[in-house]
């Protein structure tokens, strides 16, 4: 090259340099090692369906095409994109994995970990189905990349109908007594499957969308194993349009009866073999191989005697059910009415017996054994045992194998060799057991067998009974010992005996429950002593180690009240169960048992020989006493989980408090004796109250302000307390309450105080002061109803008077509501104590300023009525119950009910008629003529009068001559002794 031309050609040279430059820096695909080829699609194949709302597997055959050796292991992926949309679309979805190494030639289905869920979104509105490339490849291609990406097209559909049968299902499963080969079930020609009791079906799964028309034909086909032409056939018509499953479903159904006639070696198809509008035909049908075949074919297996079945060369015995014949049936078909024969015959051929065994219904398989009687004895002798040929619809196909010979057979006597054998092994029983006897015998003894059963030598110990096994209620026999025999006849006439000595003990039930159960053994009748009770109230047993006496049980047999006899008790077992017995608080584990010598006593014991105790981990105790005694169950005993709450007071009357309180929790706990009570009573005013339980949790601290302050306990089941000691004015009190045990401790830890006059715990006081207070305007008035009804009610109108009583009412207390009640007195009550007397009206309540009325009448009160007085009296009582019994003057007033009813009835009194003239115009002597007329007493007084009268108009004239004889008389009388007189004086002068 000239030089002039060179310098042209320079920027030439260095372009092509920086390009070659480049070209070597640029990176080139490497190709993988091996040859690895992607041979099929398994899933999805090629145009088919997709259902667009499932998980679609990905599933691929890969094959290792290098004859040189294993592959390395290679990347794969996949895609599925719709159709026409380039490869890493927004539409289209991915995948990855790795194949392992395989074998060189060898080929392996790759699954993928992921599936593939068609996406429909971008679909227009109206889209049904559409079609989608599913491509799987290599991440890295080898130098044969022919067969290094494989692409399949399927459809993906919104409508996806497809009817499966799963694989691997034989309807013949459901036949019953059918034989069966290497093919399963073998079948008879001309019988029609299924039969009675029998199943011929199979499952099948249906997708179908929602309002989707589908439908099939069901049924089965019969072709030859070799292929060709069915040879029989059932179908039937399904619709399955309308169901609206809307998705996948299991379902079953029976197949068409199958029947054949012609034996051979068939392969049966079934399934659906038609159907418009499913999407995938390729899992319609599934087969079977089926063989029909009408073999028969009974052999005798072989017969031995009943007492030997494992020795061929065992002796035969004379007796019942002596020889053992087996018959199987070994072939195909069902054999009826068929039957096996026992002859059995001398050297000579002379026949000793002959017995035929009818057999059952033999299914393909099954066998039968009967049982022949040997009723003779006999040396040399042979035994044939057969059955027919002829086995009703078909022959026996090996008839060599329906009788089997046994020859030199010597039949025997057999030994009895009897003996007893008990329920109870020991001989020992209690009248509450059945004793169970079993006369044993030897198996060649010769039948048939009789067994007589004897109780003290004579008597029957079961009358008319001579079975080998008896059973008889203890409690027939008497106690003490007994004798039973055992007399054994062999059908020979030969005997046999066998003894048994028993003893027969009394038994005595133990029944607790669930609590607890056992018996009693003794020599002699008893009845159960028993006493349960919980631990003493307010007694200290001193267990110690943290336990308490938790139950009292006392156990004991006595002679019953007919008898003084002694029961000599032998032992008394009972179990207990300790989550029966005892609260379930108690935990079971920590339980003893002690001994008390009384039921009152604390002093106990430990449980010693002869006695025993057993403790068990499922929390039951075995205990045995072997003399009446009495037990003190022990444990740990957690206080019972109750709560005091709302604990406080309530002021009674005369100055007395009540304590309430709310409990809950355990309250029903056995072991919970009360609550105890305890009390501070203190001036007004002092700082020594129960503080609040918040202050401490030291039992010790508690200890300190109940040793001394203890008052009362109450019953468990209440919620209050009435203190009886009323505090005198200017004194309060502070009260705490606890649960306490049995033992009557108190459980420091739940107990509780009550509160002062502020709500917190404090000092409360009482009030004993009743209240003075008077009502204003206190009147009472009464007024007569002149009410016609009231009249008809009663009949009187005395009891048809109202009466009023009104006031005002008074202020009530600063310290709370006042009621009121009213009396009613006859009496002035001024000063009266109403103590004694029931009030006509209680607990009115009272609204300060307002008028207060009591009503009432004669018709509801019979003592109201004219002419009565009463006093209407009020008293108060505050809010506490103290009442005023005492009268005060202003709460008093007095009541007279008058008179009124002549006040309403003055047109009731009749007018006076007009008085006559009196006779002689003098009212006197109108009165005389009255009298003289009218007058029964005047008429007898007047006639006395006119008697009187008479009487002195006769009289006089007659006194009155003896008056003036009689002045005569006297007056000579006188002057005679006037003469006297003067006589004398002179005598006496001179």
Known sequence: MDADRLPRWRPLLLVGLLLTSLMVTLPVASAASGDLGLTSAISPLQAQHVNAFNQVPLEVQVTNEDPGGSSAPRDIEWEACPEGAPSGHTHCDQGSGTIPSLPTLQSYTYAFSTTWSPSTSHWTTGTVEANYTVTFSFVEADFDTSDDELTVVVVVTKEFKDIMVPEDQDPRDGLL????????????????????????????????????????????????????APVAESYTDVDLTGYNWGGLTQLSRDLPTFSHDEPGRYLLEFGIFNSSGDLVPTNNVDSVHLRLDDTSDLVVMGFMPTHNTQDPTAPYYYGNDAVAAVVENQGNTTITGSSMTMTVSDVLGNLDTQQTCSLPTLTPGASHQCLFDLDFTGVDRRISVTIPIDLGLWNDVNPEDNEVTQSGVD??????????????????????????LVARTAETAAGPLNYTWKIDGVFDLLPGWHGAVVEVPVANYDLG???????????????????LTITILHHTDIDGGAAYTGEGLSVNEAVLVHEESLPLLGLNYGIGNGKAPLMIHSFG??????????????EMDIQFNLSELLPANINPETVELRFLPAMNSTTWGFVAPPNEVTVHDDGTIDVTLRENAIL???????????????????????????????????????????????????????????????????????????????VATTDISNDRWYDDEPLPTGTCASYLVAPANRAGDPDLFRLNVTDGEQGVPGLFCADAIPPVLTVSNLRATSTFSNDTSCHERTGNWDRCYDVRVSWIWPDH??????????????????????????PIESNMQAVPGEEGVFTTNGTQDESIRPYRVFYYVLTPTDAVGNDNPVVIAQNSVRLYIEDQWWAYNQHLIPEPEPEPEPPLGSPWVGKFVDGMSNDSLFQTALGVLLLVFVMVAIGLPVLNRRHRRLKRIVAARIRQQETQNVAEEFDDFF
């Open 632 to 710: 003190l169950f022990i444990g740990v005993l957690p206080m019972p989980e109750v709560n005091l709450e709302d604990v406080r007071l309530e002021r009674r009357p005369e100055g007395h408090l009540e304590v309430l309180w709310n409990a809950t929790g355990d309250v029903e706990n056995p072991y919970l004796s009360g609550w105890n009570i305890y009390k501070l009573a203190v001036p007004v005013g002092s700082s020594t109250y129960f503080p609040s339980p918040e202050a401490s949790s030291n039992p010790s601290f508690w200890e300190d302000f109940t040793e001394s302050t203890f």
């Open 481 to 499: 010992q007994h004798t039973i025999a055992l007399i054994v006849r062999d059908g020979m006439g030969y005997s046999e005996s066998e003894f």
């Open 411 to 436: 039949i025997e006597v057999g030994p009895i060799r009897a003996s007893i054998s008990q329920s109870n092994s020991n001989g020992i029983y209690t009248t509450a057991e059945t004793m169970t």
């Open 177 to 228: 007594d059918v034989a069966s080969d290497n093919d399963g079930a073998v079948l008879n020609t001309n019988v029609t499957y299924p039969r009675q009791g029998e199943t011929w079906r199979i499952n099948y799964d249906v997708y179908l969308c929602g309002d989707c028309d589908l439908n099939m034909t069901w049924g089965w086909r019969l072709t030859h194993d070799f292929g060709g």
């Open 813 to 838: 207390e600063p310290e709370g509501e006042v009621s009121w009640d009213l009396y009613r007195v006859e009496v002035n009550p001024n000063g009266l104590d109403l103590r004694a007397l029931m």
């Open 557 to 570: 047999l006595e002679a019953p009240a007919s008898s003084d006899e002694d029961v000599e008790l032998i």
